[in-house]
Structures are given as structure tokens and as C-alpha cells.
């Protein structure tokens, strides 16, 4: 590979959503595969996962599920980026050992490996000459992605990303202004100037020169955001991420639960190791912490689960 400057690079780049229909020979798959595996990474363990897509018919799925972003599609190579304690958990059992219970620190440390490590992939891949683009939207269809690419818990798909050769041009996209990023030695506050400053630097962002048409769509109500919430809560329980919630809970968090469960009893009751929801003529029982214990109370009263003992 000749040198490049890196800099060069970075003010160069751009996403790529157009690809050539190409495919990235087999020693430049090798480098980038070797840039994700270079990323630094927490405490040496490596806690996320790629899946390199091969499979047209579930890159088409994943597609469908992502928007139709037709990107996913026309790649050469399509990665799901997956934040993964699982592999950790069978290497501490595989040592006889129990992994400590901390689902909220390890998804923090397991998402940036696995931003990391794609974005040192991605970085390698615009140096080669590729184009890339990461894939937010294949969190529009997170539980289905868990069942389609077959997840264990402790595994969360954290993002998709296009690699391939691209079909299109363009000058590089706006960032904000460096001194509302960078802040010295304590956090500054924003002043109303600072904001009417941003927009007027992200202004060519947007088709009709208003970055604040990007942000409405995507982060006030009603927007993509808050549609993608509620889904991405239940997969972190699902997949062992929530504190409150044994793996494979289908609830978005513990109140979730718990509003669930009183939507379907006359109440609820709480003691230290169990739980109880009350009908009028009857009562269902559950053991465990109180997510455990009103999961299970839940489940006889529904008939998912038979009520005894
Ligand atoms: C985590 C993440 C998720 C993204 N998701 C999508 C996506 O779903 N679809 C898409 O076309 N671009 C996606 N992008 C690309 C961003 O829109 C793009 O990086 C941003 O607009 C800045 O443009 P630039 O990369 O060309 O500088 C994503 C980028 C990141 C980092």
C-alpha cells in the first residue's frame, strides 16, 4: 500500500451512500479486517463482534428492516458492528469463573469497542480509496436484526457499515464550529449567539440550508429517535443489558414491566424476594429479584407459564 496522508484523508472524506457495483479485492479485505482488530480497546477485552454479511437474501432483510437504505444492498462488503460481553462470559466460565454482574458498564465499554473498531475500519477503507457508510437504521428493526443474525444475550448490534467502491462525489460535509466542540478545562455554556452559530456553519447540510430540518426529523417528538427507544430498550433487556430485567425480558425497562402488569391486575404487591399480582378472585406469585419475580407472576397469570408451585 503507498502512503497516504492521513490528513489528507480526513479532509477528503465523506459518506458514501453510492457504490460501485464492485466487489474489494481479498488482500484489502484482509487490511481492513486488520485495522478493526488494531483498535484500542478496554482492558485488553476486546468486547464486540463483526458479522461480515455474505448471505444476499439477509442483506436484504436487514435492508428492509434498516429503511430501505438501498447502500446496505449495493456494498461490496456490509458489517454489523455488535457490542458482545457473551464472548467474555464464556472465556471467564471457560476458567471456572462467573462473570460479575455489570450490564450498564460493559454496554458502555462494549459499544465504543465496537465504534471503535469500525471506525478504524473505516478510516483504513477511505484511505484505500473506498467509500464508506455507517448504518444507524438497522436499529429501526433491533429485535428482528437479534433473531435474523441469531444474537446470544450479552450481544447488541450497535451499527452497520457499507464498505465499497464508490459511485459518487461531493465536497466534504460541514462540522460544527471547532470551539462549541472543544471545550478548555471546563464546560462552557452556550450562549443564544454560539447556537445561531452552529446552524449557520451545518446550514449546507441540508438541501434547503437549514440544519434545523435534520435535527426536528430525527430528535423531537414523534421523530426517528424517540421510534427507535422503546425497541432498543427491549433488546437490552432481552439481550442481559438492564439491571432491573432478567435476560429475554420482553419490557423496555422495569416500569414498563410493571404499568404492563397493572394494566392486567388490581395491583401489585412487593416483599423481599418475591412478587405478587392480584386479580380480583386470584393471585400469581413470582420468586427473585422484584423484575424476576413480577416477569414470572406475570407470566402465570397470563397462562404462559403454569402457576405452580
Ligand atoms: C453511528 C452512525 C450511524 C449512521 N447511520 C446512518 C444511516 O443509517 N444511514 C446513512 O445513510 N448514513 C448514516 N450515517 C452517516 C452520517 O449520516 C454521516 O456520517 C453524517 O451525516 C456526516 O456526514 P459525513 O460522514 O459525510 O461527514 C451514520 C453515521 C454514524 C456515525
Redesign the pocket.
Known amino acids: 500500500m503507498p502512503p497516504v496522508d492521513l490528513l489528507e484523508v480526513l479532509a477528503r ?3 458514501t ?1 453510492r457504490f460501485k457495483p464492485e466487489p474489494i479485492p481479498e488482500e484489502d479485505l484482509e487490511k481492513l479486517l486488520f485495522a478493526l482488530q488494531r483498535a484500542p480497546t478496554d482492558a485488553s477485552a476486546q468486547l464486540y463482534s463483526v458479522i461480515r454479511l455474505r448471505d444476499p437474501a439477509l442483506r436484504d432483510e436487514i435492508a428492509r428492516l ?2 430501505e ?1 438501498e ?1 446496505i444492498r449495493q456494498a461490496a462488503e456490509f458489517f454489523v458492528l455488535l457490542a458482545d460481553v457473551h464472548r467474555l462470559e464464556r472465556l471467564l466460565a471457560h476458567r471456572g469463573q462467573a462473570m460479575a454482574p455489570w450490564p450498564r458498564t460493559a454496554l458502555h465499554f462494549a459499544i465504543l469497542d465496537a ?1 471503535l473498531s469500525g471506525a478504524y475500519l473505516a478510516l483504513t477503507a477511505e484511505a484505500l480509496g473506498y467509500g464508506v ?6 436499529l429501526n428493526g433491533i429485535e428482528a436484526l437479534v433473531d435474523l443474525l441469531g444474537l446470544p444475550p450479552g450481544v447488541l448490534p ?3 457499515l457499507a464498505v465499497g467502491v464508490p459511485d459518487e462525489e461531493g465536497p ?2 460541514p ?1 460544527l464550529p471547532r470551539r462549541l466542540v472543544v471545550h478548555e478545562d471546563r464546560y462552557r455554556p452556550y450562549s443564544a449567539e454560539d447556537l445561531e452559530e452552529a446552524y449557520r456553519a451545518m446550514a449546507p ?1 441540508s438541501r434547503v440550508g437549514d440544519w434545523n430540518r435534520v435535527l426536528k426529523r430525527y430528535f423531537t417528538q414523534g421523530g426517528t429517535m424517540e421510534a427507535r427507544e422503546t425497541p432498543y430498550g427491549r433488546a437490552l433487556a432481552r439481550q442481559g443489558f438492564d439491571p432491573d430485567l432478567p435476560p429475554g425480558a420482553p419490557f423496555y425497562s422495569l416500569g414498563a414491566l410493571l404499568e404492563e402488569a397493572l394494566r392486567e391486575a388490581r395491583g401489585v404487591l412487593f416483599r423481599p424476594g418475591e412478587a405478587w399480582l392480584e386479580r380480583e378472585q386470584e393471585a400469581f406469585r413470582g420468586e427473585g429479584r422484584p423484575g424476576e419475580a413480577l416477569l414470572t407472576a406475570l407470566r402465570k397469570a397470563r397462562g404462559e407459564i403454569p402457576d405452580w408451585p
Open positions: 472524506r465523506r459518506s451512500r434498516s429503511g437504505q447502500h465504534g457508510c455507517f448504518i444507524g437504521g438497522v450497535v451499527a452497520g466534504p460535509r462540522r447540510y
